[in-house]
């Protein structure tokens, strides 16, 4: 028996003012940072024995990660940064706020954007390179993606970083974003392409499976933080 925690990170400045993020940077809100405390604190109170966590280039996710290890009391466990496990990039969406794009191009078209596994925003021109990803092939840096896409770039992660250390009897933490942690589910428990349409991952909200030797799930709790 082993576990592996999904964790969305606490609320972000994006979350807050109701915009469009993906692979932009945005802080966590006050409220945001109690969320992570909370989330840790909520983990802190079972029996699980997180041995690596893994999260993606983003500060919101990052400083999640950090303030739940400060609660586990773990800071010294072993983390890996990944772009991997970024947000599903926005595209030419980012920085709008979501009901503005509702009045512009009808609720349908959004709701489409947002929560089909196929459907992609608006693609940017122009990607923009980061430092953080100076290291990488510039194709890496996307102009906009579906949830698909998402899916696409996750599963290797999956089956390179985190189905080893499962297999060894390693309980993993996996601090990412609302439909990062879609696109993981989605492959997790085998969700059909219009199933995962209906599917939302709160803020701050840790997801607890329990996976058997052949990393099937045997269990599957949210973890209440109130």
């Known amino acids: 028996m082993v576990r592996l925690i999904l964790l969305r990170h606490g609320e972000s400045a994006a979350n807050f003012s109701n915009t469009y993020t993906g692979w932009s940077d945005v802080p966590l809100t006050a409220h945001g940072v ?27 996710a990052i400083m999640t990660a950090y303030l739940v290890q400060e609660a586990l009391d ?27 794009t509702r009045e512009l191009f009808g609720p349908a078209q959004v709701a ?8 992609k925003p608006p693609l940017l021109v122009h990607p923009s390179r980061s430092r953080r990803y100076q290291g990488f092939p510039a194709s890496i840096v996307p102009r906009g993606e579906s949830l698909a896409d998402a899916v696409k770039r996750l599963v290797p992660y999956w089956a390179d970083e985190l189905a080893p250390r499962l297999l060894a009897g390693q309980d993993q933490l996996v601090v990412a974003h609302g439909s990062t942690l879609r696109a993981l589910i989605k492959y997790l428990e085998n969700i059909s392409d219009s199933g995962i349409d209906h599917v939302e991952v709160a803020n701050a909200q840790p997801i607890v499976y329990t996976l058997d030797a052949h990393l099937q799930i045997t269990d599957k709790v949210v973890l209440p933080t109130a």
Do not use: C, M
């Open 34 to 60: 109690a969320q992570a405390q909370k989330a840790g604190a909520a983990l802190a109170q079972t029996d699980v024995q997180v041995a690596h966590v893994h999260t993606s280039l983003l500060q919101r």
């Open 74 to 100: 773990a800071n010294w466990l072993p983390i890996t940064k990944s772009w991997r496990l970024n947000e599903r990039h926005y595209g030419a969406l980012r920085g709008i706020n979501k009901d503005l």
């Open 112 to 119: 489409a954007w947002r929560r089909s596994f196929t459907g």
